[in-house]
């Protein structure tokens, strides 16, 4: 008797550099704005040029996070045709610009296909001026996030050890993979109470995309829970510039440091 064959798991290809990074999830509240933030801000002090991008279209908090006021957003693109680089805004203490939201905008939340491949088209038009550009994207599969997510040359998957963040986070990678024709999906662990932790999480997430999806996303980086994240959002500051030395900023900054690595 001949025991079943399992086809092999693709081996991890060597990353390629992303210019264009989606940070998504399945599960919403795992980090993905603060991360978006941070990592903006991270990259920016090694002397990018960063362009933040709110695509939590309808539940838009970036300039929240901030304490950004814009004086244009992605709302007064879409209801006033205006040109997308008439909203951005150049947030000067973290040395990144960004387009901003609109929080609660039924016209947004419910871009038609397409409009918001257009939105895409001027986005990535105007990425080409930047080194990098960060979508921040809503939680869940839906429509408007695969389309944004689709566009990106690859997907920061963020998720936590909690299963139910782990399952949407698999969810997340299976629809976007089947549905969406998305293949880089790269891993980040947010909220780990080690970084030894992180990686046990990693591996329950990366044995289900080898097992069901044959893939292997890599790792991206372990970012560990930390009091500090919660004070510098309440501070409306990036805790990379409120806190430049605690655990959560050295973990950003190692991501940072290796996403930057593959500069050209
Ligand atoms: N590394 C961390 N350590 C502690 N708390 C965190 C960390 N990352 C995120 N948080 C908390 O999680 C909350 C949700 O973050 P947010 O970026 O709004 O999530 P999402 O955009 O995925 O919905 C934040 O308000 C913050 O308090
Ligand atoms: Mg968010």
């Known amino acids: 008797m001949t025991a079943a064959v399992l086809p092999k798991p693709q081996p991890a290809a060597v990353p390629k550099r992303l210019k264009v990074i989606a940070i998504a999830s399945g599960k919403g509240g795992v980090g993905k704005t603060w991360l978006a933030i941070a990592l903006a801000q991270a990259l920016a002090k090694f002397?990018?040029?960063?362009?933040?991008?709110?695509?939590?279209?309808?539940l838009a908090n970036v300039d929240i996070q901030l304490g950004l006021m814009p004086r244009s957003d992605l709302g007064?693109?879409?209801e006033q045709n205006r040109p997308?680089?008439?909203a951005v805004t150049a947030y000067a203490p973290g040395g990144f610009d960004v387009i901003a939201g609109r929080a609660g905008t039924v016209a947004l939340a419910?871009?038609?296909?397409d409009r918001l491949t257009r939105l895409a088209d001027d986005l990535?038009?105007?990425?080409e001026s930047y080194d990098r550009v960060i979508l921040d994207l809503g939680a869940g599969v839906e429509r408007t996030v695969r389309q944004l997510c689709r566009r990106a040359d690859g997907c920061i998957v963020v998720t936590t050890d909690e299963p139910t963040a782990l399952t949407d986070a698999y969810a997340f990678i299976k629809l976007g993979l089947t549905q969406a024709g998305i293949t880089d999906f790269?891993?980040?662990?947010?909220?780990?109470?080690s970084i030894g932790e992180g990686e046990r999480t990693y591996g329950t997430l990366l044995r289900a995309c080898q097992s069901f999806l044959k893939i292997e996303p890599p790792l991206a980086g372990i970012i560990r829970?930390?009091?500090?994240v919660k004070d510098s959002i309440r501070a409306q500051t990036p805790v990379g510039i409120r806190h430049p030395d605690c655990p959560a900023t050295t973990d950003v900054l190692a991501l940072a440091r290796k996403l930057n690595a593959l500069r050209p």
């Open 47 to 58: 002397k990018e040029r960063v362009l933040l991008f709110d695509g939590d279209l309808g």
């Open 76 to 78: 007064a693109i879409v």
């Open 84 to 86: 997308i680089a008439s």
């Open 110 to 113: 419910a871009l038609a296909g």
């Open 124 to 127: 990535l038009t105007l990425g």
């Open 186 to 193: 790269r891993i980040v662990v947010n909220m780990a109470g």
């Open 225 to 228: 829970r930390d009091a500090r």
